[in-house]
C-alpha cells in the first residue's frame, strides 16, 4: 500500500485539481484512480485554459467545430464538457459505491456570468442537462450575484459546488454537539454578517433544504450566518437541563441571553424548556447586557452589606 491509499484509508479524500485530454487518453486518470486512490477531480474556465494553449490534444476538436460555426465560449464548453463527461465515468464506481459522498468531478459555468443570478442559474441548469452525469458539480462562484443563483441551482436538482469568493475564517466547524456552517466564516466582521441575511430568507432556505435531506437531524438558525445541525434532541435546551441536573439550580433560576430566541433559533429551545431569556442582537450587544446585569448585581450586594451595617 503506497503513502496516497494510505492516507485514503485514513478517510482523506484526495482530487486532482487538474484536466486535460491526454490524462483522458493516455489512461493516466484511470491509473490514478486505481493506483494513487484519487476520487475526485475539480476544474476551472483557467485549467482548461491552460490545457488547450500548452498542447496539441484540442486542435482537431476545435477546427472541427469551428467549421461547423461554433465558436468562444460554446466551442470552449463543448469541449470541456465532453472531457469531463469522461471523467465523470471513470470516477462513477467510487462514487456508486460510498452513496455519492465522493466520485465527483465539477465544471464551472462561466466567469462572464459572476454577477448575474438569471444568467448563472440557466447556464448550470444547461450544463447539468448536457452532461447527463449524476457525478458532476456545476460549480458556481459565490459572489452576490452567485449565493442565489445557488441556492435556486441546489432546489432545482443541480449538483452544485461553489467557489467563495472572500470568507474569514473557518465555514464548517465541528463542535462536538454540533456541526456548525457559517456562509461566510466564523470571523467574519460583524457588518459584513449583518448585511448578508438580515431576512433570515437565505438561511430558511437552507434549513428547509437539509430538514428534507437529514430528517433524523435538528436544523437550527443560529447569529447573522449560522446554521446548526445536531442530533434530534441534542440543543440547548438539552444543555440547561443539564445544567439544572449537574449544579442543582433550577430552570426558573436561570438567566440566558441569546440571538436566535425565535421560532427555528438554535436558542429557541432554552426558551421552551421554561427559562427566562433576553433577545440580543450580537456579541456586542451581549457584552453590555452582561455588565448592565453585574453591575446591578453589585449595587444589590453593596445595598445589602449597607442593610446589615445599619443593624
Known sequence: MNAMQQLHGLGQSLWLDNITHGLLTSGTL????????????????????????????????????????????ALFFELATEDLVQAADLFRPPHDAIGGVDGWVSLEVSPLLADDTAGSIKAAAELHARAERPNLFIKIPATRAG????????????????????????????????????????????????????????RKKRQARLEQLIPGFSVRLGGTTSVDVTKLGIDKGYGMRKLRDTLGIGLHEMLFIGDALFPGGNDYPVKEAGVESIQVRDPNETKRVIEAIVACLGRARHATLREDDMR
Not at 477546427?63 to 468562444?72: F, N, T, Y
Not at 432545482?156 to 461553489?162: E, I, K, L, S, T
Not at 470571523?187 to 438580515?198: R, S
Open 30 to 73: 484511470g491509473r490514478y484512480i486505481e493506483e494513487l486512490a484519487v476520487t475526485g477531480l475539480t476544474s476551472n474556465p483557467t485549467i482548461f485554459d491552460h490545457a488547450i494553449k500548452d498542447g496539441e490534444f484540442y486542435d482537431d476538436a476545435i477546427r472541427r467545430r469551428s467549421l461547423a460555426g461554433k465558436s468562444d465560449e
Open 147 to 202: 449565493i442565489p443563483a445557488i441556492e435556486e441551482s441546489t432546489f432545482a436538482g443541480v449538483p452544485v459546488d461553489f467557489r467563495i469568493e472572500a470568507t474569514w475564517g473557518e465555514q464548517i466547524e465541528d463542535r462536538r454537539s454540533q456541526i456548525t456552517f457559517s456562509a461566510l466564516g466564523q470571523q467574519a466582521p460583524i457588518e459584513e454578517k449583518e448585511k448578508w441575511d438580515p431576512d433570515f430568507a437565505k
